[in-house]
């Protein structure tokens, strides 16, 4: 039997995993009880496909994806499972058991969570300690970050496997050494999303205003430089010690409400919705996907022209298919 990587939950997130393994010449076997699964995969595979042709990649030699009537079927002798069930760990704990009751006792067993910790998902299943989170963004098959955190009963030996297989399908994982709710990546964009939230419910900006703030202005410096880097540099000659004494004072200014989120009423909701249908809903989703990815695409390749950043990832990438 051939060696394959197996799929549990092929929603957003879990279609683009299998369409990154598939791309890069391995065998996928999917479980998603979804009427929608099948159709959702071939829609995200297309994109992804589209994605690398516009980045110049070698055509790829695909792997082969197979839908399986239960998750004992998909995940029997897999070499890698990742699990992308709904956010709820009582969902996700339930189907890791099964995961793990079917799947090779090294079988490293990974969850897409965004935010729950290992801790909390693994003392059940059987062989706990290659249990582990395997943090991805949309979408997987061009991000290349991926956060690795074990909980209380991973072992270093499943870390260092995870990590491994995430960098052989040309990603960047970033191993989350301190268990923490929401890891790193995650932890900042709340902090943004909160104070967006509060800014649409007081009146002071809508949900446009707010990403041509993201999109025209400082999110551009974040892609190819990140927080510190770009901070360093805004302090000049003297660097970020000399930013830190120039701008830190003002962290004590009523600038951020922080852990303070508006309540979530109807009217916000409805609110949200609305000016978000009027911000973007000419293109329906899968344009939007399509608009996304070949946005990423030039930055991914500036990037690589450059040397820079994640485009480093793209060349490797592109080293390892050619």
């Not at 598939?22 to 099948?38: M, N």
């Not at 339930?94 to 009751?101: N, P, R, V």
């Not at 496997?161 to 932890?187: N, Q, W």
Request: hydrophobic share 45%; proline share 6%.
């Amino acid at each position: 039997m051939a060696e394959h990587a197996a799929i549990v939950g092929a929603g957003v997130i879990g279609a683009a995993w299998a369409a990154r393994f598939v791309l890069h010449g391995i065998d996928v076997k999917i479980s998603d009880p979804s009427p929608h699964a099948e159709r959702i995969m071939g829609e995200v595979l297309d994109n992804a496909r589209a994605a690398w042709a516009d980045l110049g990649l070698p055509e790829p030699s695909e792997g082969s994806v197979t839908f399986c009537d239960s998750i004992a079927e998909a995940v029997a002798g897999a070499v890698h499972v990742q699990e992308s069930a709904p956010e709820d760990p009582d969902i996700k704990i339930s189907i890791l058991e099964a995961i793990a009751e079917a799947c090779p006792p090294e079988t490293v067993i990974a969850s897409s969570t965004s935010g729950i910790k290992p801790s909390v998902l693994q003392p059940s299943i059987v062989n706990p300690e290659r249990m582990l989170v395997g943090h991805p963004f949309n979408p997987v098959y061009l991000l290349p970050l991926v956060e690795v955190c074990g909980g209380d009963l991973t072992s270093a030996a499943a870390v260092e496997t995870a990590m491994a297989t995430y960098a052989s399908i040309s990603m960047k994982p970033l191993h989350v050494r301190v268990e923490i709710d929401a890891f790193i990546a995650d932890r900042l964009l709340e902090a943004v999303w909160r104070e967006a939230l509060w800014l649409v419910n007081d009146g002071v900006a809508t949900t446009e205003e707010i990403d041509d703030s993201i999109r025209y202005g400082f999110g551009l410096r974040w892609a190819q430089m990140g927080l510190f880097e770009t901070y360093r540099i805004a302090g000049g000659e003297g660097g970020i010690g000399h930013f830190i004494a120039q701008f830190g004072p003002t962290l004590t200014w009523p600038y951020s409400k922080l852990m303070d989120t508006p309540q979530l009423t109807d009217d916000l909701v409805d609110t949200i919705a609305t000016q978000s249908d009027e911000q973007s809903g000419a293109n329906s989703i899968r344009e939007l996907e399509r608009i996304r990815d070949r946005n990423l695409v030039g930055f991914l390749q500036v990037l690589e022209g450059n040397g820079w950043g994640a485009g480093e990832t793209l060349k490797a990438q592109r080293d390892r298919l050619g």
